[in-house]
């Protein structure tokens, strides 16, 4: 079975930097066949929400919140995902979790991340002003 462990969450202040980690203990790769890794957050009173995907071939997805201040990057030899987060603001905070398994073609920011097969436990982002 795949295990997802996430790390990396915290309280900063606007405008700083947090770079957020998910150790894959397993690859959910098979035959070479593409899949999609991704980070999700939530916000209390509100449904989960697609932050910024990759597709293990290398195609990237980000929400328009986050387009060019968050990263999403992956070290195949560590297997893990990364979401590297700068110039946050206050509206960046929310719980973050990472997801893995979904095929490509769902793969993306679009929709609540259902159709993943992993998921991590989650890390508190704060920002605040």
């Known amino acids: 079975q795949v295990q997802l462990m996430e790390s990396g969450g915290g309280s900063v202040q606007a405008g700083e930097s947090l770079r957020l980690s998910c150790v894959v203990s397993?690859?959910?790769?098979?035959?070479?066949?593409?899949?999609?890794l991704a980070w999700f957050r939530q916000v209390l009173g509100k449904e989960r929400e697609g932050v910024a995907a990759?597709?293990?071939?290398?195609?990237?997805f980000y929400a328009g919140s986050v387009k060019g201040r968050f990263t999403v990057s992956r070290d195949s030899v560590k297997n893990t995902l990364y979401l590297q987060m700068n110039t946050l603001k206050p509206e960046d905070t929310a719980m973050y979790y990472c997801?893995?398994?979904?095929?490509?073609?769902?793969?993306?920011?679009?929709?609540?991340?259902?159709?993943?097969?992993?998921w991590g436990q989650g890390t508190q982002v704060t920002v605040s002003s």
């Open positions: 997801a893995a398994g979904a095929p490509v073609f769902q793969c993306g920011v679009g929709g609540n991340g259902n159709s993943a097969i992993y």
């Open positions: 397993r690859s959910t790769s098979t035959s070479g066949i593409p899949y999609c």
């Open positions: 990759m597709t293990t071939a290398g195609a990237t």
